[in-house]
Nanobody
């Protein structure tokens, strides 16, 4: 089992910044990627950013949704088993619950955190 705990959400005004953190624990030896997803009120969960973690040759490779490119940055600290999402120039449409996901091709299923609320006011 893998446990994920997100933190860093909050209420900010448009144009502000927030930094989300996701700490992974448990059986994470074969964890291959971590990602951030969000779900707006009444909307579907969508991918925001992902990063390959661990010691592979592909470690550090990132992927972003078009809507956040140039504003959000995902990073990881392997020693702390933590992924971060730096969110700059926040917009009202960034409002939603942000979830952390951990995945591996060797796992039967992905693991999700409980989510952290991000609210951006105009």
């Amino acid at each position: 089992q893998v446990q994920l705990v997100e933190s860093g959400g909050g209420l900010v005004q448009a144009g502000a910044s927030l930094r989300l953190s996701c700490v992974a624990s448990g059986d994470i030896r074969r964890m291959e990627a971590m990602g951030w997803y969000r779900q707006a009120p009444g909307g579907q969960r969508e991918m925001v950013a992902s990063i390959i973690v661990g010691d592979s040759d592909y470690a550090g490779i990132t992927n972003y949704a078009d809507s956040v490119k140039g504003r959000f940055t995902i990073s990881r600290d392997n020693a702390k088993n933590t992924a971060y999402l730096q969110m700059d120039s926040l917009r009202t449409e960034d409002t939603g619950i942000y979830y952390c996901k951990a995945s591996s091709r060797t796992w039967y299923n992905d693991f999700w955190g409980q989510g952290t609320q991000v609210t951006v006011s105009s």
